[in-house]
């Protein structure tokens, strides 16, 4: 199968909005293309695609998870993601090395903000979609809202391929706005597709519809809009290809739907994938010639040209490390060695395999446009790996930054080397989760994206390692940062016996604007050489050492600009540590005068809930210093968004169930820093002088 030609090749990944349905989509998937032959529901037995024990317990996604079907006479390689937002590296580094994607959609809920966020990291890669409105069984489903929102809130020019016949329970079937037929899904799980004239009370409905699909349609291609002015018939490949090349070009996307669970629509769906969406040899696919200082390089999805593979996601395993990886260019076989760019190291590929959820399958070779897994490997994720003469480099990944912290600590001393290992293995596999050591109070710290990210560590620390934790209250991640301009004018001078130290630093310490997209900013305009070119980068190595630990309650140090502007040297004295020194002291003194403040997560908070619930729901955020920013009414239930400091959002999931009798779901998401009330800043700088002690 790994020899399919590359035209048939479709490496897609499913994202969405929690719960919307997407691992539900993906075992029907493995279902109609025969790679099953028993659909497992997502809460029960747990899905194929969910194999981790806490997935199926819990019955939501953590991990990501691979797999390959045929259909048509496509390879399909599969990803499905998980929803929620504290694992959104998954979904990060799937879309980073895939080539298309379905969204899916809630029919009854349309755009949710997991939605908008799944949207963002689609175009940040540029990755074509299609969309799938899934659901449509449920009572208020609503294919048009969902549409509505995806032109509105996304931002997308969608085109609608099908109509539904009946909705919620009286959902019966599909209409083919292409073929002009009416579409059922027999058998006891829809199996069994039936296609049909349209039914006569929905004719009209669906000619209008169909209309509107080649009015789109035709405002990008001269030849149907030539058809159509003349009337004449329209063939339907010419439909395909238009609606292909608008999906490639990102230009259009194409709104399928049905419901996964009530098992309608998603072989139409898969036709839809291998016909609109890209195969490797439709993406352009840059690296960097590091060679070449880093200029940008097309590759080609050709098997015959030398290796370059991407290194996406990692697992440590007991027998060692099991590497995803994307092929871009050329062929691997086992048994070779590649070297990994970053590290200019051989390693051998000893091992080769195709993933199938948590199953695999021995490869001796695999070849551009496959995704595979490698045995053995000592990487980080996003590294590149080539054939041992060529130097490219592709471009890493989107990394968020934890927001929220944990002091853990093993409850007996005997599992302290488990605990550890636990915890670098961890941190190792996921670039989102972080561990690092109190220094005042020597307790381990791990940070993470969420409560729910953090809660799955410590309960896999538990299960996986058998080690019993303590877990403190989470903390925030707070920031501090300057908010006055302010001159530093600082020499470091000292005699020890023999020859001394000296070096001296005059410039300014600017605070940078709130949204400024680096946390640091170095320039030196020291002019004349009063300081030694040589120095130079000492002074900006000793500022950027007191990022880390801000003096006034030790929180990393953000939104800073040091400027250089004039300083002395010792033809003897001077040294490159004399400036690092010299450096850090300047700059601890000039940012404790420039009146720092603490900058907190603000969180972006969306409510579903029934409508009745909607006023204790609002009242209680308003309670939390929430921002309401909005809220509307999509059929039986209210949307809030809100903009709330993380540090009041601490075991909500408990509240809002308790304040809607467990009806209410909501998401939360880190969405800027913004500075703390002068009250709160007190308290926390209090704190930490009182831990310190
Ligand atoms: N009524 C109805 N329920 C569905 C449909 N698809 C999925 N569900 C249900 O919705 C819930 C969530 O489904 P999942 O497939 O786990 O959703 P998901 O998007 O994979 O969730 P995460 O991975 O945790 O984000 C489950 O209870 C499913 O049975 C559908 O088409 N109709
Ligand atoms: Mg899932």
Request: hydrophobic share 40%; aromatic share 6%; charged share 25%.
């Amino acid at each position: 199968m790994s020899d399919s030609p590359l035209s048939t090749v479709r490496n897609i990944g499913i994202s969405a909005h929690i719960d919307s349905g997407k691992t539900t989509l993906s075992e029907r998937i493995l279902f109609y293309s025969g790679r099953i032959h028993k659909i497992k529901e997502v809460k029960g037995e747990g899905a194929t695609m969910d194999y981790m024990e806490l997935e199926k317990e819990r019955g939501i996604t953590i991990t990501s998870a691979a797999t390959t079907v045929e259909w048509s006479n496509c390879q399909i390689n599969l990803i499905d993601t998980p929803g929620h937002v504290d694992f959104t590296v998954e979904v990060e580094r799937s879309l980073r090395v895939l080539d298309g994607a379905v969204l899916v959609l809630c029919g009854v809920a349309g755009v949710q903000s997991q939605s908008i966020t799944v949207d963002r990291q689609m175009k940040r890669y540029g990755v074509p979609r299609l969309a799938f409105i899934n659901k449509l069984d449920r009572t208020g489903a609503d294919p048009v809202n969902a549409i509505e929102g995806m032109e509105s809130k996304l931002d997308l020019e969608t085109v609608q391929l099908q109509l539904p016949i009946g909705l919620g329970n009286d959902l019966k079937g599909l209409i083919d706005l292409i073929t002009m037929q009416a579409v059922y899904f027999d058998g006891p799980n829809g199996e069994d597709v039936r296609r049909e004239a349209i039914p006569a009370e929905m004719r009209d409905e669906a000619d209008s519809a169909r209309k509107g699909l080649l009015d789109t349609l035709s405002l990008s291609d001269d030849e149907l809009m030539t058809l159509m002015l003349e009337e004449k018939p329209i063939p339907e490949q010419l439909v395909h290809d238009i609606i292909r090349r608008c999906t490639l070009a990102s230009q259009l996307t194409p709104v399928l739907m049905g419901s996964a669970y009530d098992n309608k629509g998603v072989q139409l769906l898969l036709d839809a994938v291998t016909r609109y969406l890209p195969s490797p040899l439709d993406r352009e696919i840059f690296a960097r010639d590091i060679d070449n200082e880093g200029a940008e390089t097309p590759i080609a999805a050709d098997p015959e040209a030398p290796l370059v593979a991407m290194a996406f996601k990692l697992v440590d395993e007991t027998y060692g490390q099991l590497t995803y990886m994307r092929i871009y260019q050329g062929r691997m076989r086992r048994g070779e060695r590649y070297v990994n760019v970053r590290t200019r190291k051989l390693q051998r590929f000893s091992r080769i395999v195709r993933m199938h959820a948590n199953d695999r399958e021995e490869m001796d070779s695999a070849q551009a446009g496959d995704i595979v897994a490698v045995l053995g490997l000592d990487c980080v994720s996003g590294d590149t790996f080539c054939t041992e003469d060529t130097n490219l480099a592709l471009e890493g990944m989107h990394v968020a930054e934890p927001v929220i912290s944990l002091a853990v600590s093993p409850r007996k001393t005997a599992d302290r080397d488990r605990f550890s290992k636990a915890l670098n293995r961890f941190a190792k596999e996921d670039p989102t989760f972080h561990v690092s050591s109190d220094p005042e109070t020597g307790e381990t710290l791990i940070s993470g994206m969420g409560e729910l990210h953090l809660d799955i560590y410590v309960e896999r620390i538990k299960r996986e390692y058998k080690v019993e934790i303590d877990v403190g209250r989470p903390r925030v991640s707070y920031r501090e940062a300057p908010s006055r301009e302010i001159a530093y004018n600082y020499k470091h001078r000292k005699q020890t016996g023999g020859s001394g130290q000296y070096a001296h630093v005059i410039g300014k310490l600017i605070p940078l604007p709130a949204d400024h997209p680096e946390d640091f900013e170095f320039e030196s305009a020291v002019f004349g050489g009063r300081i030694p070119t040589e120095y130079i980068p000492s002074c900006e190595k000793g500022f950027r050492s007191m990022l880390g630990k801000g003096p006034l309650a030790g929180y990393p140090i953000t939104g800073v600009k040091m400027l250089l502007e004039d300083g002395s040297s010792h033809a003897v004295d001077s040294s490159d540590m004399a400036f690092q020194i010299c450096a850090r002291d300047a700059f601890k003194e000039a940012f404790l005068d420039s009146k720092p403040i603490l900058l907190e997560p603000i969180m972006k908070v969306e409510v579903e809930t029934p409508s009745e619930f909607q006023g204790s729901i609002t009242g209680d955020l308003a309670a939390r210093r929430g921002l309401i920013m909005s809220s509307e009414v999509r059929g039986p239930l209210a949307v809030l968004q809100a903009e709330v400091p993380l540090a009041n959002m601490f075991g909500y999931a408990t509240v809002v169930r308790s304040l809607s009798q467990g009806k209410a779901g909501f998401t939360m998401e880190f969405l800027k820093y913004k500075r703390t009330p002068a009250a709160i800043q007190e308290e926390v700088v209090a704190a930490a002088k009182a831990a310190k002690k």
